[in-house]
């Protein structure tokens, strides 16, 4: 158990995209992953027919919608069945490109920003209230063979329950957006967060939950303490970059 006093925990969205992996969703709702792969890599050479055209760029249109819904952490209605691996290019592959994820990262992104827990990660968040958070198993798949790349079980993460004690007073780091989104007042964190940066309302030691996000801050993760322990006495609290917050 940490020695510190109770308090929360904040981490966002472009935080975890330091861990990203060149992986696609497949959403059986809009298109299969392999088909969706092979009109891209027929785009690209030039040889796509008109009414393939037509294919692709409904399908991307549906996704960048369904992408806009999970940025944003509203809930979704189309989820994903299984990820797959994005074949790289030989030269993207030597400049770090990554399309297995690594298992010492118990929570990562992968492509178009979707946040992916292990399952071993998911069975300690599953403990906790999470409320209308969605928990999606995935397994990953290499388009070209159809096989799993590995036995494997992971789950989409789509943190869907909202809380708000930010307090717009006391936060001089993050920076305010300038519009309301939902009725909140849109604020941005600083691009390097620090412990104590994040100022909210003492009341969120009584929160009824303990993983949300909160919509007036872009971007944001929020952590209970007793959830933050349970993944430091896990050993799995290092990839969600966590941020002690100050109460008031």
Not at 173 to 201: Q, R, S, V
Request: negative net charge; charged residues 25%.
């Amino acid at each position: 158990m940490s020695n510190q006093k109770p308090t929360v925990w904040i981490t966002n969205w472009m935080d975890i995209s330091y861990n990203i992996y060149s992986i696609g969703l497949n959403f059986p709702e809009i298109i299969e992953y392999p088909k969706y792969e092979e009109l891209r890599k027929n785009r690209r050479a030039g040889s796509l027919k008109d009414e393939e055209y037509q294919i692709l760029n409904l399908a991307r249109d549906r996704l960048i919608k369904n992408w806009e819904i999970n940025y944003y952490f509203k809930k979704m209605d189309m989820l994903p069945d299984s990820m797959w691996i994005e074949l790289l290019d030989p030269i993207i592959g030597k400049g770090g490109a990554k399309n297995i994820p690594d298992p010492k990262y118990s929570i990562f992104m992968v492509t178009d920003g979707y946040i992916i827990v292990t399952k071993s990660c998911a069975e300690i968040l599953q403990q906790f209230r999470l409320l209308d958070t969605q928990m999606v198993p995935l397994q990953l798949f290499n388009p070209e063979t159809r096989e799993l790349v590995n036995e494997e079980t992971y789950f989409l993460l789509n943190i869907y329950a909202w809380r708000s004690y930010f307090d717009k007073k006391d936060n001089k780091d993050f920076i305010d957006k300038n519009y309301e989104d939902h009725g909140y007042h849109i604020y941005a964190p600083p691009d390097l967060i620090k412990d104590g940066n994040c100022t909210l309302n003492n009341a969120v030691l009584q929160c009824d939950i303990d993983l949300w996000h909160d919509p007036s801050v872009r971007g944001s993760i929020f952590l209970s303490q007793v959830l933050r322990d349970a993944l430091h006495k896990a050993k799995m609290l290092k990839p969600w970059f966590l941020h002690s917050c100050k109460l008031i």
